[in-house]
């Protein structure tokens, strides 16, 4: 059996993404294509140099949805080797569980993770038998995965978790670990924690599971709650958790894989108080100036857009439009864009522009303005805002009427 450098990491206190934007994302109406889902997983595994495949479990897609998807995978587990550790994902079916396997087989660090349900209502929709009777099947296919290709590790994700027993959850999680799993994920499905039930469930799952068992998160964001439910599952001890670039997953998504890493990574102090403890979280700390250019690769990939108030990455993180904070800027941003992410700064014209920010942008395209003009231009930003209905004055537009400006006679109103 090859190491398991996943559960090395999560048992070393050591943070692990479990990425998954190509996967689950599909579920938000996105379709990532082969050559892509290579491209980021190698990219997101540079974030963390060498130890890529110790920071990174990089879902790389469902095999059995169809021919083209399972080739997919393959693609990723092969041209993707060595910089992420690559998992295939499945049903909890012998025949799902072979061609899972059979996607990632023979690369360095591959995984299969097997879907399971783990509420009562969940094995009844999907397998017809209570939940005990659906978890307790698991073990087999655990050795089916093992006679295959005992190189492979098996993963359980234990669906709708976080509407099942706790105790029943720890037994299986506990057992499924001694029948050769590597990490147990408990999911909330539908994304219906608030942050101190998924600490709750998290701390009692850990505190009666056995000492072996590696608990991974998987929270879904329905109730805008995913991340902070993220966080929770860190307090309460999980190394091992679910995200995706942009949030994309099915429905509203899960935790963004931008701003969880940037939370975890930014400021090691309040991190180290977030894991409640001193081992440091990473091999390698990530490279946190990759997360806009990935960001707007999975963006012009998705057609997903980034918005201006997408934290971390968005189109306003850096920008400047309004008096005080153009005087002080480092006061009103709870870190520096460009010192911590490569994100340079910028002055944008709106309708709440002040005389020095359209001086600022003034010079920017070359122009100095005296007083006069400077007042005349605040005004017709102001002017211009309102009567097109838009709040950001374009610089070409705004360069064209300085021309007329500058050239007009003293005095004279442009």
Not at 46 to 68: K, N, S, T
Request: with cysteine; aromatic share 4%; hydrophobic share 50%.
């Amino acid at each position: 059996m090859e190491r398991d450098v996943i559960r090395e990491s999560a048992r070393a206190g050591r943070v692990v993404l479990w990425e998954e934007s190509a996967r689950d994302g599909a579920q938000a109406k996105t379709l990532m294509s082969a050559a892509f889902r290579v491209r980021l997983a190698r990219e997101q595994g540079r974030m963390f140099g060498a130890d890529g495949p110790r920071h990174v479990v990089f879902a790389a897609g469902f095999p059995a949805v169809c021919e083209e998807e399972f080739e997919a995978v393959r693609r990723v587990a092969v041209e993707a080797e060595g910089t992420v550790s690559i998992a295939a994902v499945c049903r909890g079916r012998a025949e799902d569980v072979r061609q899972a396997v059979a996607s990632v087989r023979g690369t360095a660090h591959a995984r299969v993770m097997v879907v399971v349900p783990a509420s009562e209502p969940m094995a009844r929709t999907m397998t017809h038998r209570p939940a005990h009777e659906a978890l307790e099947s698991a073990a087999a296919l655990i050795e089916e995965a093992r006679t295959l290709d005992d190189g492979v590790a098996v993963d359980l994700c234990f669906a709708d978790a976080s509407r099942a027993d706790p105790g029943l959850l720890a037994h299986h999680a506990g057992a499924l670990t001694a029948a050769g799993a590597g990490t147990v994920v408990l999911a909330d499905t539908v994304g219906i924690q608030l942050p101190g039930e998924a600490a709750e469930l998290f701390g009692r799952v850990r505190a009666a599971a056995d000492d072996q068992v590696v608990l991974a998160s998987h929270l879904h964001n329905d109730l805008g709650l995913g991340l902070a439910n993220t966080l929770e599952a860190l307090r309460a001890g999980v190394r091992v958790v679910s995200a995706s670039w942009l949030g994309l997953a099915e429905r509203s998504g899960l935790a963004a894989t931008e701003q969880l890493l940037f939370l975890l990574a930014h400021d090691p102090q309040r991190a180290a108080r977030l894991l409640g403890d001193d081992t440091p979280a990473w091999w390698t700390v990530p490279d946190l100036t990759a997360l806009p250019r990935l960001a707007r690769m999975v963006a012009a990939e998705t057609g997903v857009p980034l918005s201006v108030t997408t934290p971390v990455v968005g189109t306003g993180v850096g920008t400047i439009s309004t008096g005080t904070p153009f005087v002080h800027p480092r006061l009103f941003q709870p870190f520096d864009p460009e010192e911590l992410l490569g994100i340079a700064p910028s002055v944008v014209l709106t309708q709440l522009a002040s005389l020095r920010v359209v001086r600022a942008v003034a010079a920017r395209l070359g122009h100095e303005l005296d007083d006069q003009q400077a007042r005349a231009a605040l005004a017709w930003v102001k002017s211009r805002a309102y009567r097109t209905g838009r709040a950001v004055v374009e610089d070409a537009a705004f360069a064209a009427y300085l021309v007329g400006l500058r050239s007009a006679p003293t005095g004279a109103s442009a």
